[in-house]
């Protein structure tokens, strides 16, 4: 059974940084796509960033770009997403997410997901 652990939310000023990570176990997929998708109150969850190990660049909102990086430490099978120059605007509740093949960054085509981190950016 696949499991996603979401670590490393916390409340920063802005401009800040945070380090989100993501433990994922129990699956054997060759290749898939890992995810982090977000949802502040009152708005439909958001793709942030993600990856397919098939190949291909990562995927960022444009939202995003050039302030969060995602990476996977495949020795430590985890996913993070560094977050930098943070915005109130970034505040969200944080998912990792999986899917045993590509489907594009839509939360809808996910199957596996993560309990959430809670991110919090004060101005």
């Known amino acids: 059974q696949v499991q996603l652990v979401e670590s490393g939310g916390g409340s920063v000023q802005a401009g800040g940084a945070l380090r989100l990570s993501c433990a994922a176990s129990?699956?054997?997929?060759?290749?898939?796509?890992m995810a982090w998708f977000r949802q502040a109150p009152g708005k439909e969850r958001e793709g942030v960033a993600g990856?397919?190990?098939?190949?291909?660049?990562?995927y960022y909102a444009d939202s995003v770009k050039g302030r969060f990086t995602i990476s996977q430490d495949n020795a430590k099978n985890t996913l993070d997403l560094q977050m930098t120059s943070l915005k109130p605007e970034d505040t969200a509740m944080y998912y990792c997410?999986?899917?045993?093949?590509?489907?594009?960054?839509?939360?809808?085509?996910?199957?596996?997901w993560g309990q959430g981190t809670q991110v919090t950016v004060s101005s």
């Open positions: 997410a999986l899917a045993p093949y590509y489907v594009g960054w839509s939360p809808s085509r996910f199957n596996f």
């Open positions: 129990g699956y054997t997929y060759h290749t898939y796509s």
């Open positions: 990856i397919y190990t098939g190949g291909g660049t990562p």
